[in-house]
């Protein structure tokens, strides 16, 4: 079953300053990833899914993607408090069917 | 765009009553939908998908008994926790996909029971 871990579990970060965000899995057959953002009394909102290995950049939000090691981060550029919030990243279970989240990661960002 | 209405926002019921939550998706067929708890500690529970053409399958530690789902139509589902009890408390989330396709949630369902 796939497995998804996600560091750090809190990140403090200046207003315009870079947030990073990691995320593992463990299923090698994995084709496909989101992040999503919660914020406080909301449901979460898809914010970036991303397929290849490499870069891919929305705005100020660049997902990156490396399969062989299993990973995949997010990184925000010029950070804004309204990004304050909570971060998951998902990945499909082997069956693919199913949708397996880390526990998150909380990004306070500091005007 | 895609986006998935889920209703009731919120809810407080006493001890040992039932709640129904329901989720509509717009703009896109449903061809699968799983209902989630979001823990306090905001961790995802995974309790049942629900896919067209297959039966409804429930994630250990959850049962059809407890969590009995509807999903008559590629845009509607329903879920009803019963028998509410304080571990039961939480934001139930519906999550909606189309053929293996971005899943998109709705703003949640959050339980409290007194």
């Known amino acids: 079953q796939q497995k998804v871990q996600q560091s750090p579990e809190s990140l403090i970060v200046p207003e315009g300053g870079m947030a990073s965000l990691n995320c593992t899995f463990s299923?090698?057959?994995?084709?496909y990833f989101w992040w999503y953002r919660q914020h406080s009394g909301e449901g979460p909102k898809a914010l970036m899914?991303?397929?290849?290995?490499g870069d891919k950049k929305e705005g100020r939000f660049t997902a990156h993607l490396n399969k062989a090691s299993l990973h995949v981060s997010l990184h925000i550029k010029d950070s804004q408090p309204s990004d304050s919030a909570l971060y998951f990243c998902a990945a499909p279970d082997t069956n693919a069917y199913k949708v397996i989240f880390g526990k998150g990661t909380h990004l306070h960002v500091l005007p | 765009g895609a986006l998935v209405y889920q209703y009731p926002r919120r809810t407080i019921c006493k001890s040992g009553t039932s709640m129904r939550m329901e989720c509509q998706a717009v703009g896109f067929q449903a061809t699968s939908v799983a209902w989630y708890r979001q823990s306090p500690q905001k961790t995802f529970e995974l309790i049942a998908l629900s896919t067209v053409n297959s039966a409804i399958k429930y994630e250990q530690n959850f049962t059809q008994e407890k969590f009995p789902i509807s999903h008559p139509n590629l845009s509607f589902s329903s879920m009803t926790v019963l028998n509410a009890y304080l571990e039961d408390r939480g934001l139930y989330l519906c999550?909606?996909?189309?053929?293996?396709?971005?899943?998109?949630f709705g703003e949640g369902s959050k339980l409290t029971v007194l």
């Open positions: 999550g909606a996909r189309r053929d293996g396709g971005q899943l998109y």
């Open positions: 899914s991303i397929f290849s290995n």
């Open positions: 299923d090698r057959n994995s084709q």
